[in-house]
């Protein structure tokens, strides 16, 4: 349906908020990022100089960068897949449940509205190697948890810390796949001799598969850019460069370090990976598998 | 040979609602069985508690006399069809016909001739790698029963399989339902709201009102002697006359000035019938009652005329008349009737059982 305006103006002006938003926290300081990335400025941002490519040749030339490129992916799938095992595991027990179906709903959503610094410090405090509760059950387990000294241990907490906050969303999505599958489908296979366990593998799971799709991309994007909170109030990128996702590393390169340029350069990268994984999704999503 | 038997089975919910109070019915080896009521009626409900996908509150079932209540539907070896199909979307045709077998453990050269036999069979050759989204109604249709028919079971459960295609397949599949019956000699339970699918279809007939089987029969059985209104009100289209009389010494009385003499016993309320089709028109002098006309459908083969029956009092019987080939009275006209007693069905108002 379209609907015609009188005047030409009022459908700018309403639209006006929303793109003003844009330009000023998305498009004006990506534009800096653009420009920044060409130049080499000094601490202070006094004067600055035309470099050309250097940052970016510095940049793929630098070891330290391909380190973080692997912890990213080793810490962004690591946070899709157990955060979509454990979000199927339990949407398949919510379906199930039939009596206080929305409570245990409810309660398996509130993650989701904690603020990601927040869950940070939850877990940060849970796993304190000298007071956090699981840290010491741990220990008492013959564990010697110490996320400050242990980079793997370091990447546990922050998986683990990311993984619970998205775990919601997951849940909610897989949720609404395994409603959306028909019962007589499963009936179907029942009937067909199917035990529950292969009635989920190979009916109810390929069904979901838009679903898990879709989500893995979404993961995939909310580990590699909106995890920077929980990272920042657990292991602030350590020790050492455990930690420290590219995303993680513009801040910390660029506002503990001062290498504007670098930074700006390795926000350029970012946005060109983002640029990616959206052509991705919308092409793959919008074509997602259609069954009647 | 007896191959099912329900033995007094009922339902009833955990939420207290008895669905089924009580249904005994057995069914021979190779019979078609059609259950037939109004939507509610537990006609559905039966028919998973025999597929197992509703348990069984009380009494018994068994098939081929073993007792099946605690059985998976996996173990009680039936095939069952549904409304919708719930063909698997994400599996070729093969891949879904193939599926029981596979879980079975059959060798896959075995399934592999079994797919194409039944697919030979229901015209599915050159669309088994299809997938279901890519066929039409009546080819899902096809699927849904090839998919049954490939595990060879004792039974075959449908679910109002044709509900889902536009009039003409209907009675195509209805056509090709009962010759692949017939030919496979499998003992059939068929689900429908449709009296004509259930009277074209059934050996036997089971019309279902609230959970209780009214009356079990062969169709003609049903037709000639309806056992309750309810089922002489359900089967035959259009349905039964049926009005309200008083069964005295001189005959059925209608109303106060209409009297249709017979001798009876019986002494009270009733509930008179008669079929559109036995009404015969007639003239003034040899007429039984006359008929203030309504309304007329002409359908070329056969004319549907809707009226009542003239009183004084104004507010006389509904009443449709069947007349066979074209007929053209004139609303608001009167025409005369015989209703020949050989044809009349006579019920008890209380019990609601057939006189």
């Not at chain 1, 380190?67 to 897949?81: E, G, N, Y």
């Amino acid at each position: 349906m379209t609907v015609t305006f009188p005047q030409k103006g009022l459908p700018w002006l309403l639209l006006l908020p929303q793109l003003l938003v844009t330009a000023i926290f998305f498009l004006w300081p990506a534009e800096q990022a653009l420009e920044q990335a060409f130049y080499q400025e000094d601490a202070f941002g006094l004067s600055r100089e035309f470099i050309g490519l250097e940052n970016f040749i510095d940049l793929f030339t630098d070891p330290l960068y391909y380190q973080s490129m692997l912890t990213t992916l080793v810490f962004s799938f690591s946070v899709a897949i157990v955060g979509m095992s454990l979000a199927l595991f339990l949407a398949v027990m919510a379906d199930r449940v039939i009596r206080g179906k929305l409570a245990y709903q409810t309660l398996l959503i509130w993650p989701y509205a904690v603020a990601p610094v927040l869950a940070g410090v939850l877990w940060w405090i849970l796993f304190d190697p000298s007071m956090g509760p699981i840290a010491l059950w741990l220990k008492s387990a013959g564990v010697d948890w110490n996320h400050y000294l242990d980079g793997n241990q370091a990447m546990i907490l922050v998986v683990i810390a990311s993984t619970w906050k998205q775990i919601s969303y997951n849940f909610l999505f897989f949720l609404a796949g395994l409603q959306a599958v028909p019962r007589s489908l499963i009936e179907a296979a029942a009937i067909d001799g199917a035990s529950p366990f292969k009635r989920f593998w190979t009916i109810v799971f390929p069904l979901l598969s838009p679903t898990t799709f879709f989500l893995l991309v979404v993961n995939l994007v909310y580990a590699f850019f909106e995890t920077f909170g929980v990272i920042d109030a657990t292991t602030k990128g350590g020790p050492g460069q455990s930690t420290t996702t590219l995303v993680y590393k513009v801040f910390d390169d660029g506002f503990v370090g001062l290498d504007l340029g670098g930074s700006a350069a390795q926000s350029v990268v970012l946005m060109a990976i983002v640029g990616l994984m959206t052509v991705i999704q919308f092409r793959f999503i919008e074509r997602k598998v259609q069954y009647s | 040979m007896t191959d099912v038997i329900l033995e007094k089975v009922g339902k009833t919910y955990p939420n207290g609602y008895q669905a089924i109070p009580s249904v005994d019915l057995s069914i021979e080896e190779g019979e078609f069985i059609v259950l037939v009521g109004p939507s509610g009626c537990g006609k559905s409900t039966l028919l998973r508690m025999v597929a197992g996908l509703e348990s069984i509150s009380t009494g018994e079932l068994r098939i081929r006399g073993e007792r099946m209540n605690e059985k998976e539907p996996a173990e009680r070896d039936i095939a069952m069809v549904f409304q919708n199909y719930a063909l698997y979307p994400h599996m070729s045709v093969y891949d879904n016909m193939a599926y029981g077998l596979k879980n079975r453990g059959i060798a896959k050269n075995l399934i592999e001739e079994k797919v194409s036999d039944v697919a030979k069979m229901l015209g599915l050759t050159e669309l088994l790698q299809r997938k279901p989204r890519q066929l039409s109604g009546g080819q899902r249709q096809r699927v849904a029963m090839g998919r049954a028919m490939v595990r060879d079971p004792k039974v075959f459960l449908f679910d109002e399989p044709l509900s889902n295609l536009d009039a003409k397949l209907r009675v195509q599949m209805r056509v090709e339902i009962r010759q692949l019956q017939r030919k496979l000699g499998t003992t059939t339970l068929y689900v429908t709201h449709d009296q004509v699918e259930a009277m074209t279809l059934a050996d036997r007939l089971v019309v279902l009102n609230k959970g209780k089987a009214e009356q079990i029969g062969t169709p003609m059985d049903l037709y000639n002697k309806p056992a309750t209104p309810f089922v002489a009100a359900f089967i035959g289209s259009p349905s039964m006359n049926l009005i309200d009389a008083t069964l005295t010494e001189q005959g059925v009385k209608i109303s106060e000035a209409l009297t249709l003499p017979l001798s009876h016993q019986h002494r009270g309320d009733i509930v008179w019938g008669i079929r559109p089709e036995h009404l015969e028109v007639s003239d003034e002098q040899n007429g039984d009652f006359a008929l203030r006309i309504q309304a007329v459908e002409s359908l070329g083969a056969e004319t549907l005329i809707h009226g009542k029956i003239e009183t004084e009092s104004a507010n006389g019987e509904s009443m449709v008349v069947r007349l066979s080939g074209p007929h053209l009275p004139d609303v608001n006209s009167l025409m005369w009737l015989t209703a020949p007693m050989s044809h009349w069905h006579l019920f008890d108002a209380k019990t609601q059982q057939r006189l």
